[in-house]
């Protein structure tokens, strides 16, 4: 089992930076960030596998956003530079399935929110 927590959301305005941690117990394979505006669907923001590190990122968080983990504590981040608007939502942590039939892991999410 996996479990994942999330901190590090809050209020900032257009332009600003936070930097979102999600701690982990249990060893996952691939973790990822996902994100929810109100009245949306949750949308895959960034992932990164936990062996080798490497990332990837949906195409309205490139250059702005950046996804890391440390493998010896166990924690994973979300660097958010250049913060709009659009970017507020309930962001939650999620852990992949690590074998057939295993299914994903989320966290209860942490609130960022952008204004102008």
């Known amino acids: 089992q996996v479990k994942l927590v999330e901190s590090g959301g809050g209020s900032v305005h257009t332009g600003g930076s936070l930097r979102l941690t999600c701690a982990i117990s249990?060893?996952?394979?691939?973790l990822s960030w996902w994100r929810q505006g109100l009245g949306k669907e949750r949308d895959l923001v960034a992932s990164?596998?936990?062996?080798?590190?490497?990332?990837s990122y949906a195409d309205s968080v490139k250059d702005r956003f950046t996804i890391s983990r440390d493998k010896e504590n166990y924690l994973m981040y979300l660097q958010m530079d250049a913060l709009k608007p659009e970017d507020t939502a309930l962001y939650y942590c999620?852990?992949?399935?690590?074998?057939?039939?295993?299914?994903?892991?989320w966290g209860h999410g942490t609130q960022v929110t952008v204004s102008a």
């Open positions: 999620n852990a992949g399935p690590r074998f057939s039939g295993e299914t994903s892991y």
């Open positions: 249990g060893l996952p394979l691939d």
């Open positions: 990164i596998w936990w062996d080798d590190g490497r990332t």
